[in-house]
């Protein structure tokens, strides 16, 4: 099959009998739904920029599995190219979205499944490979959105999986049957959940002998009895159910998407099976998803601070200050921070190797320091564009005060006249589209997409902690205290 188009991804959508709950109700249109519909429409971006012809080369690229081409987010990236690509294709997306699109979280299962999974058969004989590049054939020729499902809700932080009181903290095998297993557990905060086709699940955190159980991996169909989610809340996400609010949501467009998903006894027949009981791999997979969603960061959200430096510029101009030497210098320093993001996304990427299964793994460490200065930079990046913007961004009246008919003045004028009359700024600039900008940074530094761009920063593909952990391990500190030696002549 060829490629999807935005319309036919959002169709393929409604063909899913999806179990989706929000406010305590199941939401059986959540296609449609006010709240739901700007996360699918970012997910649509990832299928429509594969149809632009200027975008092509780099949102299409040759199946190393079927020599097809292919949509990016279900490659096996095949070198040090093709991972800065994917670098450079998350940027655009960020760029055109302003969110979270979600549809990384899979290929970066992908990749990582592939290559663990071929290390697995070295070891054991078994046949997790040929069944995962089976999978990732169908998903390929299919053009699906896949979630790559790795956080369990973990309980009690300082016990294993086999130790917790409840054993469903983390997903684990219930029953084993001659033609496959049966899971429970549930996975927490899915980025794109419900607007997977397919899902992949893997272990969130190494094992020992007695958390075999709980050591396992498979694919199973978004659909699939026994799964359901519970939609997760974003700041001021009400608003998008408003009438005549699509300025004071700040993106009406697009948004992120999380959700508790839950396994309640679902069945995943052998050959969607990537892992079962095999628990010194579990490790493996964590650490190779990780760094790869690491990297990842080092791409979406240097797009969506491409917005926002865009924005807190347009805030400066509209306010008449752009050429004042204090503004141009915070968008220099905003600027700075975000494409020192960039340089490390590239440089995990440009320092990738190629795994025992074929495919490419970037540099650990640097996609580590990658994610790292991640959990830190949109943060200032965050600061400053307030600082630029002005209060405006927490104080201004709604879009229906600005649209008002109602009268309040002496003379007879609407509260609508009033809003536009002391909210205007410089001559020439149309006060909505202050409104607009304002919104819009709103949006990003405390609204809906704060998620996906504060917040996800600091804990999306692991909390800071998880990464100081890796750059401990891979920093190499007794052969520095090396080098230090023999420069300075000291001897062993
Ligand atoms: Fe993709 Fe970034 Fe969202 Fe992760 S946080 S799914 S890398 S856009
Ligand atoms: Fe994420």
Not at 102 to 126: H, L, P, W
């Amino acid at each position: 099959m060829a490629l999807m188009t935005a319309q036919e991804y959002i169709d393929s959508l409604r063909k899913l009998n999806t179990r989706v709950y929000m406010f305590g109700e199941k939401i059986d249109n959540w296609v449609d739904h006010p709240m739901i519909r700007p996360s699918i429409n970012c997910v649509a971006m990832t299928y429509a920029l594969a149809q632009d012809p200027q975008y092509a080369d780099l949102m299409t690229v040759k199946s190393s599995l079927t020599g097809h081409t292919i949509n990016r987010f279900t490659h096996l990236h095949q070198s040090t190219e093709d991972l800065m690509n994917k670098v450079k294709m998350q940027r655009l997306l960020g760029q055109k979205t302003a969110s979270c699109f979600q549809r990384c979280v899979g290929m970066d299962a992908f990749n990582s499944v592939f290559s663990t999974t071929y290390e697995i058969d070295e070891k054991y004989g078994t046949h997790y490979h040929e069944n995962f590049k089976k999978f990732l054939t169908f998903v390929q020729d299919n053009d699906l959105t896949v979630d790559g499902a790795m956080t369990d809700p973990k309980g009690d932080r300082s016990k294993a999986p086999s130790q917790q009181a409840d054993p469903d903290m983390y997903v684990h095998v219930v029953e084993r049957r001659p033609d496959g297993i049966v899971v429970c557990g549930a996975k927490c905060h899915q980025t794109g959940s419900i607007n997977s086709h397919w899902h992949i699940f893997m272990p969130t955190i190494s094992m020992g002998e007695a958390d075999k159980d709980w050591a396992v991996s498979f694919a199973c169909p978004t659909d699939a009895e026994g799964m359901y989610m519970i939609y997760g809340r974003q700041s001021c996400d009400t608003r998008k159910m408003e009438e005549d609010a699509s300025i004071d949501v700040g993106n009406a467009k697009f948004g992120g998407q999380e959700a508790l998903v839950v396994l309640d006894h679902v069945f995943i027949p052998n050959e969607y099976i990537f892992l079962n009981g095999e628990y010194e791999f579990a490790g493996m997979i964590v650490e190779r998803f990780a760094g790869y969603h690491r990297q990842s960061y080092g791409g979406c959200k240097v797009g969506v601070g491409d917005t926002l430096i865009g924005a807190a510029a347009l805030a400066a101009e509209y306010n008449g200050v752009e050429k004042a030497s204090a503004v141009k210098d915070k968008l220099i320093e905003m600027t700075h921070l975000n494409e020192t993001l960039f340089c490390c996304g590239i440089a995990c990427s440009a320092q990738g190797f190629k795994t025992k299964a074929g495919n490419y793994q970037i540099d650990l460490l640097l996609a580590n320091v990658c994610k790292q200065n991640v959990t830190r930079f949109p943060y200032e990046i965050v600061r400053l564009a307030e600082d630029i913007a002005g209060g405006l961004v927490v104080t201004m009246p709604s879009q229906t005060d600005f649209n008002s008919d109602t009268v309040v003045g002496r003379n007879g004028e609407t509260i609508g006249e009033i809003c536009n009359k002391f909210f205007a700024a410089r001559e020439g600039v149309k006060t909505e589209d202050r409104q607009r900008i304002m919104r819009f940074i709103e949006n990003l530094c405390l609204g809906a997409a704060a998620v996906g761009y504060r917040t996800e920063s600091m804990h999306g593909a692991g909390s800071p902690q998880a990464q100081r952990i890796m750059i401990a391990r891979q920093g190499n500190i007794q052969g520095k205290k090396q080098l230090a030696k023999d420069i300075a002549g000291i001897k062993d």
